[in-house]
């Protein structure tokens, strides 16, 4: 478990050369396309899932805008499915469980040294609170993190990753799926973040755990439950991405 009390020494440490790329933001502006399609239409169903689509879908591949990643489409149309995406973020939705986005940012020189500077750990962290959270909190307030972030030093043949779960008061994806009394707060959403840098790339993956929103008075996951399965889920889905080197500077 990684001790949170590190996030108060890395905000006081002052950023050097730090270029804050505009970009780095999980607001994604979910595009959703209203297109009938049978349950046997293959190519219906792959052209709802790329109708106004940055990147490409072919077949049950699609192909980040970037060009950094492919990864196994994890929704079918049929189950009400869609994809949306920005230039650097994919997002994955359907009508029942499924609400996930890949984010995948090429690293300027100045923050690449910061990167080496602090280590993985480190550089993590603050990358995640500093421009991720924020983001959250903007949108979600009272949007925090969970005291049991964790950092998972083997990941990508010891590259490491960072695993720290998110609480959004009112920024459920499936909110809008359950009926509920007007009375009631809106629920408490919780989304796990896997973050990660590779091949000269800041990766960020994040997933909702839809039955907290979906069971409501039925669930009763317990927090190390609720984070077993988040991490299961995230970890599942990057077995299922190829990730693709940018080409050498000067290159195309």
Same mark, same amino acid.
């Given at each position: ?50 109708? &106004?689509?940055?990147?490409? +879908? ?19 149309? &049929? ?45 993590? +962290? ?23 972030? +964790? ?24 909110? &809008? ?45 317990? +927090? ?29």
């Amino acid at each position: 478990m990684l001790d949170l009390s590190l996030l108060n020494r890395l905000r006081a440490m002052k950023l050097r050369s730090f270029v804050v790329l505009p970009f780095l933001s999980l607001s994604v502006a979910r595009v959703l396309a209203q297109t009938a399609v049978q349950a046997d239409g293959r190519a219906d169903a792959a052209h709802a899932l790329a109708a &106004q689509l940055y990147g490409k +879908v072919d077949g049950d591949i699609y192909t980040s805008a970037t060009g950094l990643f492919k990864v196994k489409i994890p929704v079918l149309p &049929q189950l009400g499915g869609a994809i949306s995406d920005t230039p650097n973020i994919v997002t994955f939705d359907d009508d029942y469980s499924v609400h996930t986005s890949l984010g995948a940012f090429p690293l300027s020189r100045e923050v690449k040294w910061e990167y080496e500077a602090r280590g993985p750990k480190d550089f993590l +962290v603050y990358f995640f609170t500093s421009f991720v959270m924020p983001d959250f909190r903007t949108r979600f307030p009272g949007a925090h993190t969970e005291e049991s972030a +964790v950092f998972l030093p083997k990941f990508q043949d010891g590259a490491g990753a960072l695993l720290i779960f998110a609480l959004l008061p009112g920024g459920s994806f499936f909110e &809008q799926r359950v009926t509920v009394s007007t009375s009631m707060p809106p629920a408490v959403a919780k989304r796990g973040n896997l973050c990660f840098v590779k091949d000269g790339c800041f990766f960020v993956i994040s997933t909702e755990l839809a039955e907290r929103v979906i069971e409501r008075s039925t669930y009763k996951k317990t +927090v190390e439950e609720e984070n077993a399965i988040l991490r299961e889920r995230l970890l599942n889905l990057v077995e299922k991405m190829q990730f693709i080197p940018p080409p050498p500077a000067g290159k195309s």
